[in-house]
């Protein structure tokens, strides 16, 4: 064999070189404290689910479901389990940070106000805002994650006598409304039974809002909620719209108008403000009709259920709160941001009745996401989020959705809902500490190509660990790079001081460590600190689009107190 083959083989064999998975020093002593000779009983397991765990309901039922999983390995024994199964057994599907129940917990019979609402910006895009196709593909995917709000924009069609989806005044290509419509019935119950909301962004015509109407009560007959009057006192619950389907944009004209100015619920507003906004302000319904089309399109203004608009004025008018009526408001990030500064505690008094929808900025042409919490913290119900591309703040997004068995609405905090407006600019003593233990990882030898990493040696990994939440929760600290292993030790322990632990979501990211600084991703995963079980878990990772890996995970130890 040549010099030069020999270092070959060499470097392959320590690519592939893997060594038996050895248990942490933590997870042996804890073995040893419930077991006997050697053999931890099902009586011995349930005392450790309920004293360490943190799970207090377990049962022998539930250890005889984990003894069952572990029957066809052959470290299972039947007088109990060894520390070999025992640990397989903390590595596993069973033992995962969030329920495996996945059961709707919340209270789902307070309005539809209450709740945080799993959002999407533009729906039908595949990509990028300026020049992607626009396809079902992408509404498809999103309801089969449990998001519950899904935005179309309308247009009339090329020969002006059809309606069609598409991003206006770009490049990206339309899509049929009705192929839309359809996707949406197929799909909207998958993922969560509760109600799905569809935002038009409506630049029609008269005539083709009828045709709209007409396909809307066609393609979702009895699963259409159509409310009995026009002006909700105030938004049902999601436990009565199970299976619904609610239409959101701004009414057409209630009458034929003979001045040149369009109105909003009695109120004026001329057509140069609206052709002043931002475009995605025209989310707000503005229908662009001719002066000889400005009246009332009966059928399509019963098709709404949550009426939208912006009062013509200064903010104060935009949060202006009518005890006779809900309805919802559209902000842009900017915007939103804009607004906390003088005027936080009245966006979240304006929430605590009504929606407000927050809407990415026009210059994230390639779909990028904002910082959801700014909405969060003030109670915006619908954070509206490009989900066609990746990032950390898609991932956030993921993660706190995960809460609440993945239903697609999470409830508000109750300090979001109190008479005693919550003021998100003022800095909250600290409500709960976190201890986070990265003890090990495993699996990326079975995900990932042996090559991805590194050509001639095993990866460098290491992992960062964080809070993202309100400014004052908010840090992002890492492990030490473990050099050459696909399967890392680390044994490293973090805290981090919580002040509103109700909003803060956990991010874990695997990088592996690259000398010029650009580190490969390595898995991720987010998790909403409200569900978090306690004791020691095993933390599937997920890719940059938010699906979970088949075998990568870390073990780590979460302690709250």
């Known amino acids: 064999m040549s010099r030069q083959s020999f270092k070959v083989c060499f470097c392959f064999r320590r690519i592939f070189k893997l060594r038996v998975l050895e248990p942490p020093e933590d997870v042996k002593i804890l073995f040893d404290q419930y077991s006997q000779n050697g053999t931890m009983s099902l009586d011995n397991l349930r005392g450790f689910l309920v004293e360490f765990q943190g799970e207090y309901n377990a049962t022998r039922d539930d250890a005889q479901a ?15 389990l060894h520390l070999e199964a025992f640990f397989r057994y903390l590595l596993g599907d069973l033992n995962g940070p969030l329920s495996p129940s996945r059961v709707v917990h919340h209270d789902m019979t307070h309005p539809l106000a209450h709740y945080f609402l799993y959002t999407g910006h533009n729906s039908y895009l595949t990509g990028n805002q300026l020049s992607s196709d626009s396809s079902v593909e992408p509404i498809i995917k999103a309801l089969r994650r449990g998001v519950r709000v899904i935005e179309l924009d309308l247009w009339p069609g090329s020969k002006k006598d059809e309606v069609e989806v598409r991003h206006g005044g770009t490049l990206t290509n339309p899509v049929d409304l009705l ?9 909207a119950f998958q993922a ?6 569809i935002t038009f962004e409506d630049h029609l015509p008269a005539n083709l809002q009828d045709q709209v109407a007409e396909m809307v009560t066609k393609t979702f ?16 619950s999601p436990e009565s719209l199970k299976k619904k389907v609610m239409i959101s944009t701004k009414p057409p004209k209630e009458s034929k108008i003979s001045s040149k100015k369009e109105q909003w619920n009695g109120e004026t507003a001329s057509k140069s403000d609206t052709e002043t906004c931002d475009e995605d302000e025209v989310d707000e319904g503005e229908s662009l009709q001719e002066e000889d089309e400005e009246m009332t399109v009966s059928e399509y203004r019963h098709l709404i ?6 009062p013509k004025g200064a903010l104060q008018n935009w949060l202006s709160i009518d005890e006779k009526k809900v309805r919802r408001l559209s902000l842009s990030e900017q915007e939103l941001e804009n607004a906390t500064r003088r005027h936080g505690a009245d966006i979240v008094r304006f929430t605590q009745r009504n929606l407000l929808r927050v809407y990415p900025k026009g210059t994230r042409i390639t779909s990028s996401n904002y910082n959801p919490f700014v909405g969060w913290a003030h109670g915006a119900q619908m954070v509206a989020f490009n989900m066609q ?3 950390k703040h898609l991932w956030v997004m993921q993660g706190m959705f995960k809460a609440n068995g993945g239903c697609g609405y999470v409830k508000k905090p109750d300090f979001l809902l109190s008479n005693e407006v919550f003021d998100p600019s003022v800095r909250l003593p600290v409500k709960k500490i976190l201890k986070v233990t990265i003890y090990m990882g495993e699996g990326w030898d079975l995900d990932f190509r042996r090559t991805h990493f590194d050509m001639y040696s095993p990866p460098d990994f290491f992992v960062k660990v964080g809070i993202a939440g309100v400014p004052a929760d908010k840090a992002m600290l890492e492990t030490k790079a473990i050099e050459d292993d696909w399967q890392p030790v680390w044994n490293e322990k973090f805290e981090f001081k919580l002040t509103v632990p109700e909003l803060a979501v956990l991010r874990i990211t695997v ?16 998790l909403p600190i409200s569900e978090l079980r306690t004791g020691i878990r095993a933390i599937p990772l997920h890719d940059r689009r938010g699906d979970k890996y088949k075998n990568t995970k870390l073990l780590v130890q979460f302690e709250l107190n």
């Open 66 to 80: 984990i003894f069952n999983s572990l029957k066809h390995l052959n470290i299972f024994s039947r007088r109990g």
């Open 179 to 187: 192929k839309c419509l359809n996707a949406i019935k197929d799909n």
């Open 192 to 197: 969560s039974e509760y109600p799905v909301v």
């Open 221 to 236: 007959e009895d699963m259409l909620y159509r409310p009995e009057t026009d002006q909700l006192r105030e938004f049902p």
């Open 305 to 310: 259920s949550i009426n939208a608009g912006k």
């Open 389 to 391: 591309g990746y990032g």
């Open 511 to 526: 990088l592996e460590y690259d000398t010029s600084g650009k580190h490969d991703f390595g898995g991720q995963t987010c």
